[in-house]
Nanobody, 114 residues
């Protein structure tokens, strides 16, 4: 499975941005897909996850501000980010859990200016 994340960019604090992750094949059978981020000098952290059944999970830091969704028809998982803060600045990447394997895509940079 190949994953490609896109949609990153520069946004002012308080603004919104939507990231998308496109898979190379149908995501219907995936156990789930998620978004992670890694800020400079920090470890990678989980941001949001959507399971095959549609259940979603969010990191405490983004609850109420970020929303993960999927479109099975376009093999895409999106991350809608609002009320962005400078501390949300990071490289965001997506992953897909397929049975016992986890696939990662290349990240997209999100920069939030104060």
């Amino acid at each position: 499975v190949q994953l490609q994340a896109f949609g990153g960019g520069l946004v002012q604090a308080g603004g919104s941005l939507t990231l998308s992750c496109a898979a190379s094949r149908s995501i219907t059978s995936f156990n789930g897909m998620g978004w992670y981020r890694q800020a400079p000098g920090k470890q990678r952290e989980s941001v949001a996850f959507i399971a095959n059944g549609g259940i979603t999970q969010y990191a405490e830091l983004v609850k109420g501000r970020f929303a993960i969704s999927r479109d099975r028809s376009t093999y895409t998982v999106s991350l809608q980010m609002s009320s962005l803060k400078p501390e949300d600045t990071a490289v965001y990447c997506c992953n897909a859990v397929v049975t016992t394997k986890t696939f990662w895509g290349r990240g997209t940079l999100v920069t939030v200016s104060s």
